[in-house]
Every structure is written in C-alpha cells, then in structure tokens.
C-alpha cells in the first residue's frame, strides 16, 4: 500500500508545499513575504523537474488497481497536463509576486491558494472515477472562490467572486446530479466500467440526460457557449494573476475531463452527439468572436477571445481523433505563453484603480520596446499567423477535424465556422497591435522598469511561443506521444 | 400501505432539483438563491442514496460523503464570500451586482 503511494508523489509534494507556504507565512516577517512566492515557484520548478525524470514517466507501465481501485490513472495525458499546470502555476506564482502589494491582505495565503488549485487540478488530470473527478473539480473551483475575490477592498473583484460562486455551484449541482444518473444507470462511478458497458447505456434516456447534466457542468469549466456568461465579468474583476490562472489552469483541466470522458470512456456516445458538439463548437467561437470585436476592456476581450479559444478546442474533441486530441495538448501548450505574456503585461502597464483600457498600451513601443516586441508576438499567436505557437495549434485543430469531414456536412460548416472567426479574431488582436504602435494620443512617455523574475517569464514565454511555432517537431512528438497512449487504453 | 420504489425516491429527488433551481432563476436575494443552491446538491444526494439501495451498490452513499464535504466547504466560502460583499455595499440584492458592463 504504501509503496504505491508512488503514483501520487506529484500530488503529494504540491500539497505539502502548499501548507509549508502556510507554515512559513506565520515565522518570516512580513517584510520577507515577498521571498515565499519566489521560493515557492522554485519549488514548483524542482517538482516540475521531478516529473521528467525516467523514474516517473515509468509509472505509466504500472497499474494503479490496487492501490486506487482504478479509480486514478497515470498515463501520457495525464503526466502532460499535470506539466501543463505546474508550469501555468510557476508563471502565475512569479506574476502574483509582483501582484503582492495590491493584494493588501494575507499574500501568502494567496500563494497557498494557487498551489492547492493545481493539486486540484493534477488530480483532475488522472481522474478516472466520477468520485475523483467531483472532488477534484471541486477542489478547483471552491479555491478560485476564494482567488477572484481576494481583492476585498475592490468591489469589482467581490461582485466578481459572488457571480462565479452562484454560477459556479449551479453548474456543480448538475454536474452531481448528471453523476447520481449516470450511476443509477450504469451502477459504478468507474469510467473503465462505463466504457465496458457503453453500448447497452446508449439506449437509456436516463442515461443520456445524466451525461448532458455532466457535460453542462463541465462546458461552464471551459466557458462553452450556453454556459459561457459568467466569463467577461469573472475575468475583469477578478486580480489579473487569477484571471490569468482561470483562463488557463481550470480551462485546461475542464478539458482534460472531456478528453478522458467523451474520446476515452464513451466514444460510442461522442459519435452519437457528434451534431450537438458541432454546433456547441461552432456557436461558442462565433459568439467569443462577435463579442470580442466592441471590447475596450483588455481583460474583458481576453475572456471573449477565451471563449473564441474554447470553440477552437473544442474541435479536436468533435474530430475524436488521435490527432484532435494530440492538436487541443498543442494549442494549449501554445496558449499559455501567448496569454501568459499578455496577462503580465497588462499588470505592468496599468496602475492600480484605473480600468484595463486598451489606450494604455498607447505608447508602448517608445516606453519599453521589449514589452511591446511580447505583446505584438502575443497578440500574434493568438490571432494565429503564422509562424507563431498559436497558428500551428489553429492549423493542427483545423486539420484534425478536416481529415475526419468527409461525408460529414456538418464537419464543413464548423470549418467555415472556424475560418470565418481567425479572420474576425484578427481584427481585433490588431486592434492591439494598432494601439502599442499607431496610437499616440496619450503623451505619457515615462519608460517602464520590469524587474528580474517578470523579464524571465517573459523572456519564457518568448521563448516557448517561438520554439512551438518555428520548431514544431520536437513538440509534436510529444504531444503525439501523450495522445497515442490514451488511444492504446481505449483499444484495451 | 405501498412499499417505495426507486421511481418515488428519483421523483422527490427531481422535484427537490427543479424547486432548487426555480429559486436560484427566480428569487433575487443572494442568501435564499444560496439556500436553493444547497437544494439542488442535496437532491443529488437523495438520488445517489436511493440509487446505491436499489442497485446494492455502496459507492453511490460514499459518493455522498464526498458531496456533503464538499458542500459544506462551499459554503463556508460562499457565506464568507457574501458577508464581504453586504459589508462593502450594505445589500445582498443581485440586481445591484451591475458595476460591470460593457
């Protein structure tokens, strides 16, 4: 027993450094606070190292049925996403450092916070049993109460936390509800023994009602279109290293669910709504799209262009395919340097109390030309030109569904679809771009000074958008990789 | 006197859930839409139980736990969450959650 306590180390370590977090915050003094984020991104960084080595990824030959009952599985999607969200949490540590002195109140506890959301969702990522799966989203979701509306002398970031907490709990009551269905139907919680017995459940009614429930609390996790509302006021008023964890972290962790559930446990099903994740898909990228365009708001556009973003994922699930599922690990890795990059800048660009309006970035490129160098590059890859990370995510997903749309019509239209919102999202990532170069209304010329930590995230991140776009093999490898081995244990 | 079934169980069990989320859509007061949340996670609950009884297995009344847990960890952080927001604006009215739009 206890040596299999192996298979959660990952897990394990981040849990304890989030107490060790809380421990530290009651010795150091206050004026060393600033020191526990550093420390715990370091941390964080060891972990993440900790995870490449051979000892680890060879957990994927082992089974966890002693151990979990099957109910926790490590596999290649799993170890990449559970690296996806060590990192996404890495960048957001260093950028809530630099966040600390608008925090006001308790800063440690929101570097606690943030560490027990990734437990959270590296659990989410070798969740194979709807118990696993409830706490774990639940873990996440109840920790980013708390991270929207920790400004509480900021009324926005309170309304902000409130509306995420209303919507939040309505969409986890039917998700246990859509659970408690499913299990009277199948009579386990245990996807490996749905996937066993998927074809006999595709003719109950309640069966199908209990997965739409299921899906409806997993759509508002990654802000798909009829569940998508309560993203723009989240994302603005909620603090900028939050939103930035949020547009992330819990997307990608939705996404994993939906992975595991509809192209791993229930593909029969998957094929069946094939139809309705069409027009999911392609309403949810046209809907972020269109609403995007009249936003003056930075972070209020981000959270359309993230539901634009979650449209375009959304495609390598309808594709149900390797290579869907290999393209929606790209576009994400991609992701999270282009919004990672915007996201800091945005933080250092404005002050505190005064909107995100997109005149800010007036004058960028005379204030600091680095920053307005990342921004343009940002802006970019999330339009999806080439050669950037972003376009190659575009390209992958496109692909994926294309491969898969012949004798499909409706395949064809979510390409259109999908086309038709690169062009409009273009318009408005220039938007952007016009305003850090051509827009000089504004007469404020003062140079910005960024300091260590945030250059070397940028710097990162700079980095990461370039190598996934110009060198796409290496990348590709692995994400092939990850999703070949989720295909291999469906075929079992 | 008639012996219950698993439909009456599923039958309180809906109604709970559909009274609960008649309540978050149509009341306006933060703390009763909160009360109506709790509804529709405890009707899960019914449901779950009722189910492990007639299906003879104990993984849905294990389930419970975790949900109650959970619960429970919700809302001590959504009470907290509203007791922050009545102490800055002196209101639990959703109408008055308007500072942003577009």
């Keep these: 027993m206890s040596e299999q306590l192996k298979f959660v180390q990952l897990e394990m370590m981040v849990v304890a450094l989030g107490l060790i977090v809380l421990i530290a915050d009651l010795v150091m003094p206050p004026s060393k606070r600033r020191l526990i984020g550093h420390l715990s991104a370091v941390a964080l960084g060891l972990i993440f190292l900790f995870s490449l080595r051979d000892s680890y990824v060879g957990l994927i030959n082992e089974s966890t049925d002693l151990f979990f009952n099957s109910r926790y599985k490590i596999d290649g999607l799993a170890i990449f996403f559970k690296r996806f969200f060590i990192l996404a949490a890495i960048f957001v540590l260093i950028f809530a450092v630099d966040f600390a002195d608008r925090i006001r109140s308790g800063i440690s506890e929101y570097y606690a916070f943030i560490i027990f959301a990734l437990a959270g969702m590296m659990f989410a990522a070798s969740a194979n049993d709807f118990s696993m799966l409830f706490v774990s989203i639940e873990l996440i979701t109840v920790t980013f109460y708390i991270l929207v509306s920790y400004q509480r002398h900021r009324l926005q970031s309170l309304e902000a936390g409130v509306k995420y907490l209303i919507l939040g709990a309505v969409s986890s009551a039917f998700m246990i509800y859509g659970i408690a269905l499913v299990f009277g139907e199948a009579g386990s919680l245990k996807f490996e023994d749905i996937n066993a017995k998927q074809s006999e459940l595709l003719g109950s009614k309640v069966f199908l009602f209990g997965m739409l429930f299921l899906f409806a609390g997993l759509a508002f996790k990654i802000s798909a279109f009829p569940f998508q509302v309560w993203a723009p006021d989240v994302y603005q008023g909620a603090p900028t290293p939050t939103t930035a964890f949020l547009s992330l972290g819990s997307k990608a962790a939705g996404f994993v669910l939906l992975i595991r559930l509809l192209v791993f446990t229930i593909p029969d099903l998957t094929r069946e709504w094939t139809v309705l994740l069409i027009g999911i898909s392609a309403v949810t990228i046209l809907y972020g799209n269109l609403c995007a365009l009249p936003q003056r708001n930075l972070k209020r556009l981000l959270a359309y262009s993230g539901i634009a973003n979650a449209g375009y994922l959304l495609m390598g699930i309808v594709a149900q395919s390797e290579d869907g599922t290999a393209a929606i690990l790209y576009y994400l890795a991609g992701y999270l340097f282009a919004l990672m990059t915007v996201f800091l800048i945005i933080n250092l660009i404005t002050k505190e109390g005064e909107g995100e309006d997109i005149s800010c970035l007036e004058n960028l490129n005379k204030r600091s030309p680095f920053l307005a160098a990342a921004m343009t590059l940002a802006a970019i890859s999330l339009a999806g030109i080439p050669p950037l990370a972003g376009f190659f995510g575009k390209f992958l997903l496109i692909k994926s569904v294309a491969v898969e749309a012949f004798g499909n019509t409706g395949y064809f239209v979510l390409l259109a679809v999908a086309v038709f919102g690169v062009v409009i999202s273009i318009y408005y990532y220039f938007g952007i771009v016009r305003a850090i170069f051509w827009n000089h209304k504004a007469d404020d010329k003062t140079p910005i000074f960024v300091v260590v930590p945030i250059r070397f995230a940028l710097i990162c991140c700079f980095a990461g958008m370039l190598y996934l776009g110009l060198l796409p093999n290496k990348p590709m490898k692995w994400v092939e990789s990850a999703a070949v081995s989720l295909i291999k244990t469906t075929a079992e | ?102």
């Design chain 2, 1 to 102: 006197m008639i012996e219950p079934t698993l439909s009456h169980y599923l039958l309180v069990s809906g109604a709970l859930f559909s009274i609960g989320l008649l309540g978050v859509i149509v009341r306006r007061n933060l703390l009763i839409i909160y009360m109506s949340l709790e509804l529709m996670l405890n009707s899960a609950n019914v449901a779950l139980v009722a189910m492990s009884r007639f299906n003879g297995n104990l993984d849905g009344q294990v389930m419970v736990f975790f949900i109650i847990t959970v619960a429970a960890a919700e809302v001590a952080v959504g009470l907290a969450l509203i007791v922050a927001l009545y102490r800055k604006r002196q209101t639990t009215e959703v109408e008055d959650l308007a500072s942003m739009k577009l």
